[in-house]
C-alpha cells in the first residue's frame, strides 16, 4: 500500500494514536455533525426525487442540468476560498489584526459577488452551447429540458457561492456547525417543490419547478447563515488599500486553486460527457450514486480536513515548529479518517445494493435500478479512502501557502481519470460482452484508481517538506480485516433474506455490519474508536441539554 511506512519512521504516528480525540471531538465533530443534518437532508430529497422522477429521460435532464452550473459552484465556491481566503483571513485573526481581517473579508465578499454576478448572465445566455459541450449526447426533447433547467438553475449556483463566502468568515472564527446544517435549508425547499408538485405535473415539469425550488433553497441557505457572519464582522466597511495586501495573497492562491478546482471540474465534465453516451439511466444513476459516495467523504475527509484547515493556517504564524504540529495534526486526522471511511468502501462493495434500496427503491425507482446504482458504489469504493485522505493534504499545503502543488497532482489525476473512464466506460464491457450500460461503474472505478495517484504524489511531496506522514500496515490491517469479516457476514445475511422487502431487509443488515465493526474496534481498543464514541456522546449531550 501506498500509505505504509518503515518501521524506522519517527514517533510521529505514536502520538497521532494517542491523542485522535483533539481533530474529533473539536470543530471536526461539529462539521461533521452539521454535514449529517445536510446528507440526511439531501438523502430524504434524492428519495423523494427517485420516487417521482426515478432514472427517467426527465431525471437525466435535471441531474446534468444541475451538475452543468455547479461547476460555477465549486469553481468559486467553498473549496476555493477554503483554500485561497482561509488561510490568510485566519492568520490574520491569529495575529490579533481583526480590523484589518474584517475589512479583507467584506472586499473578498465585494469582489466575490461582482464576479459571480457578471458569469451567472453569461451562464444564463449560453446554456445551449454548455449543454453541447458538456451533454452532447442529449438530444430532443431531453436537450431542450436540461436548458431551460440550466437557465434556472444558474441563479441557485451564484447564490450558494455567496453563501461559501459565509462559510469561510465563520469556519475561520471556529463557528462551524451553521456553515455545514445551513444547507438542510437548500435541501428542504426542493423536497417541499417534490412533494408538492409531484403527484399533479408531468416528469418534465416537476423537473422545471424542482429547478426554481432550488433557487428559494439557495436563498434559504444564505440566510440562515447571515446573523452569525454579520455578528463576527461587527466593522462593515472596506478599504481596499488598508487590505491591498492580505487581498494580493488571497487572489494570488485564488488563481491556483481556481484552476486546480477547474481541472476537477473538467473531470467531473469528463464523466457526464461518457455517461450521456451510454443508455438512458446511465447519467442519473451516476449521479444517484455519488449521493452516496459522497456521504463518507464529506462526513470523514471533508469534516476533518475543513475543521484542522483553519488552525493549521494559524499554527503556521504562531507554532514554533510548524513542520512537527502539521505532522501530528495531519497522522491524526489520517487514522480518524481511515477509521470511518475504510467500512463506509467494504460497505458499498458488499452490500451496496441494500444501501440503495433503503433509501430509493419506491414508486418509478426498481429493485432493477438498485442494483444498476450498487454498481456505481463498488467503483467509487476503489479511491474513495485515497480521496478522503488526499483533502486533508490539500488543506496542509494550503496551511502552507502552497496552491501550486495541489493543483500539478490534480492535473494528473484527471488526465487518468479522463483515459481509464473512456477506456472503462465506452470499449470495454464491449469486449467483455456485457451490456454498454455497465460502463457507468467503469467510470467510478477509474477515477478511483486515479485518486490513488494523486494521493501517493500529495504524501511524497508533503514528506519531503514537513517529515514522514502517513498510515502504518498494522494499523491499516486492523481496519481492512475488521471491514471485511463485517461485510462477509452481512453479505451472507442478504443472501438468506432476498424476499423480505428492501426496508426489512436493510435493518436486518446494515446495523449488524455497523456493530461486528465497532464491536471488533472496541475489542481492540482502538484510540480512534474511543474519538467516535466521545463525538457520539458529546453530541448526544448537546441535543439532550437543548
Request: charged content about 15%; aromatic content about 12%; overall charge positive.
Amino acid at each position: 500500500m501506498v500509505i505504509a511506512h518503515n518501521a524506522a519512521v519517527d514517533q510521529d504516528a505514536a502520538i497521532a494514536a494517542s491523542k485522535p480525540a483533539t481533530l474529533a471531538v473539536g470543530g471536526a465533530g461539529l462539521v461533521a455533525s452539521g454535514i449529517l443534518l445536510s446528507r440526511i437532508a439531501g438523502v430524504i430529497r434524492e428519495s423523494v426525487f427517485a420516487h417521482y422522477l426515478g432514472n427517467s429521460g426527465a431525471a437525466d435532464a435535471f441531474k446534468a442540468g444541475f451538475r452543468i452550473p455547479n461547476i460555477l459552484q465549486n469553481l468559486l465556491g467553498e473549496g476555493v476560498l477554503s483554500a485561497s481566503f482561509i488561510p490568510v483571513y485566519s492568520r490574520l485573526l491569529g495575529e490579533g489584526e481583526e480590523e484589518i481581517a474584517d475589512m479583507l473579508a467584506w472586499a473578498v465578499g465585494a469582489v466575490l459577488a461582482l464576479a459571480v454576478s457578471v458569469l451567472v448572465a453569461v451562464g444564463m445566455a449560453t446554456a445551449p452551447y454548455l449543454i453541447t459541450a458538456i451533454a452532447p449526447g442529449f438530444a430532443g426533447d431531453r436537450r431542450e429540458l436540461t436548458i431551460t433547467i440550466v437557465r434556472v438553475l444558474f441563479p441557485c449556483t451564484g447564490l450558494l457561492v455567496m453563501s461559501a463566502w459565509c462559510l469561510g468568515v465563520l469556519n475561520s472564527h471556529h463557528k462551524f456547525f451553521m456553515s455545514y446544517a445551513a444547507p438542510v435549508a437548500f435541501n428542504l425547499a426542493m423536497i417541499g417543490t417534490l412533494l408538492f408538485y409531484g403527484p399533479r405535473r408531468s416528469q418534465d415539469a416537476l423537473a422545471i419547478d424542482l429547478a426554481w425550488g432550488a433557487v428559494a433553497g439557495a436563498a434559504l441557505q444564505i440566510v440562515a447563515q447571515l446573523p452569525q457572519t454579520f455578528a463576527l464582522l461587527r466593522r462593515m466597511r472596506i478599504d481596499f488599500v488598508k487590505v491591498s495586501e492580505s487581498l494580493r495573497a488571497v487572489f494570488k492562491n485564488l488563481g491556483p486553486v481556481v484552476m486546480s478546482r477547474g481541472v476537477g471540474q473538467f473531470s467531473a465534465y469528463v464523466d457526464n460527457f461518457l455517461a450521456s453516451w451510454l443508455p438512458i439511466g446511465a447519467v442519473s444513476a451516476f449521479n444517484y450514486g455519488q449521493i452516496f459516495y459522497m456521504l463518507p467523504v464529506s462526513l470523514f475527509g471533508l469534516s476533518i480536513a475543513a475543521a484542522e484547515l483553519p488552525s493549521m493556517s494559524r499554527a503556521t504564524a504562531l507554532a514554533d515548529d510548524v513542520e512537527a504540529t502539521l505532522r501530528r495534526r495531519l497522522n491524526s486526522g489520517l487514522r480518524q479518517i481511515a477509521f470511518l471511511v475504510v467500512p463506509s468502501a467494504a460497505a458499498f462493495f458488499a452490500i451496496g445494493d441494500v444501501i440503495v434500496a433503503l433509501v430509493f427503491q419506491s414508486g418509478h425507482f426498481t429493485h432493477h435500478d438498485a442494483v444498476y446504482v450498487w454498481a456505481v458504489l463498488a467503483g467509487s469504493g476503489v479511491g474513495m479512502l485515497a480521496s478522503t485522505m488526499g483533502r486533508l493534504y490539500n488543506s496542509a499545503f494550503y496551511a502552507l501557502w502552497d496552491t501550486k502543488t495541489p493543483f500539478k497532482f490534480a492535473l494528473v489525476r484527471v488526465f487518468l481519470s479522463g483515459m481509464l473512464g473512456y477506456l472503462f466506460a465506452i470499449p470495454l464491457p464491449g469486449l467483455l460482452g456485457i451490456d454498454q450500460r455497465w460502463g457507468v461503474a467503469g467510470l467510478t472505478a477509474s477515477a478511483g484508481m486515479a485518486a490513488w495517484v494523486e494521493f501517493t504524489l500529495l504524501r511524497r511531496a508533503l514528506n519531503q517538506r514537513v517529515g514522514w506522514t502517513g498510515l502504518d500496515r498494522k494499523f491499516l490491517g486492523q481496519l481492512w480485516g475488521m471491514a471485511i469479516l463485517a461485510a462477509t457476514i452481512a453479505f451472507a445475511i442478504k443472501y438468506w433474506t432476498p424476499h423480505t422487502g428492501p426496508r426489512l431487509q436493510a435493518l436486518m443488515v446494515i446495523p449488524v455490519f455497523g456493530a461486528i465493526y465497532l464491536g471488533l474496534a472496541y475489542l481492540l481498543d482502538l484510540p480512534e474508536f474511543r474519538g467516535f464514541l466521545g463525538i457520539v456522546k458529546r453530541r448526544f449531550g448537546v441535543r439532550a441539554s437543548a
